[in-house]
């Protein structure tokens, strides 16, 4: 595996109960890019996420982060590697201000003791928080609780973050803040992937963009091409019998 690559995928499966959710994936996600992960419902993509950070097992397959198989390790320990997810439903704590929220990222994270208060600064700054710095998260507006669940897990200073559907429900003004969010998060030295169902978002911002239908990996490459690909184009629209 070469050292730009930061995520090697290699024939991943995963099934529940026979319902095969993810079949024989393999792709590599280069260091420095962004890269999307698009589908339709039910197509495996958060079951790759869950993959990826430990919370499922594959039943088969290979996912080397930074050259070292993760496959089957805990979420805790993908964690320290430097993998970071920001969910879509975030849950901070709600009493607690933005700062504090941030803070408990890089607390878990892998800040230093000392690195810690400028670690929590820098996160709610990427992410256009700092002048909410003092607002309880209840407070907050759904966009604004998005970009604190990517301070969050920016705060942690991972290598690589996913991000599960971070322009859901959000107005396009929003929209375009959370795009140019990830392109510094990518700029200051994260590896972005992105599961999106927004498709303008889709095209703007990723370098790669991979689908997946009914858990295989139909296809991958620039964003352009892809929405060209005929079999994309047929797993979104369906095709005439
Ligand atoms: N824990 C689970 N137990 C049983 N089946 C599951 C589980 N998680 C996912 N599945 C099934 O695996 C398939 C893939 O689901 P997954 O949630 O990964 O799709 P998705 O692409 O993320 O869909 P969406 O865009 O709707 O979030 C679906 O058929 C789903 O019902």
């Given at each position: ?6 995520l ?7 099934s ?19 890269c ?10 958060s ?49 607690m ?26 996160a ?15 407070e ?31 107005n ?15 700029d ?12 303008p ?8 963009v ?32």
């Amino acid at each position: 595996m070469s050292a730009d690559v930061i995520l090697a995928v290699r024939g991943v499966s995963k099934s529940f109960r026979g319902l095969k959710a993810v079949r024989d994936v393999s792709f590599e996600v280069p260091r420095g890019s962004i890269c999307s992960l698009i589908g339709p419902n039910g197509a495996g993509k958060s079951t790759f996420f869950n993959l990826v950070t430990g919370y499922f097992r594959p039943d088969s397959g290979t996912i080397l982060f930074e050259g070292r198989d993760i496959a089957g390790a805990s979420p805790v320990d993908v964690a320290h590697l430097g993998v970071a997810r920001a969910f879509q439903i975030a849950k901070p704590f709600p009493g607690m201000s933005v700062t504090e929220n941030v803070r408990i990222g890089a607390l878990f994270g892998r800040a230093g003791p000392r690195d810690v208060e400028a670690v929590t600064q820098s996160a709610m700054q990427l992410a256009g928080l700092a002048e909410l710095h003092d607002r309880e998260a209840r407070e907050l507006t759904v966009g604004q609780l998005r970009r604190l669940e990517v301070a969050r897990a920016l705060a942690a200073r991972p290598s690589l973050l996913l991000a599960d559907e971070p322009c859901a429900g959000l107005n396009p003004t929003e929209t375009a803040e959370m795009v140019a969010i990830l392109r510094r998060a990518r700029d200051a030295g994260a590896t972005v992937v992105l599961v999106e169902h927004d498709m303008p978002a889709v095209m703007e911002i990723s370098d790669t963009v991979l689908v997946l239908e009914a858990g295989a990996l139909i296809a991958q490459g620039a964003p352009q091409a892809i929405a060209r690909d005929p079999r994309v184009i047929a797993a979104y629209l369906g095709t005439e019998e």
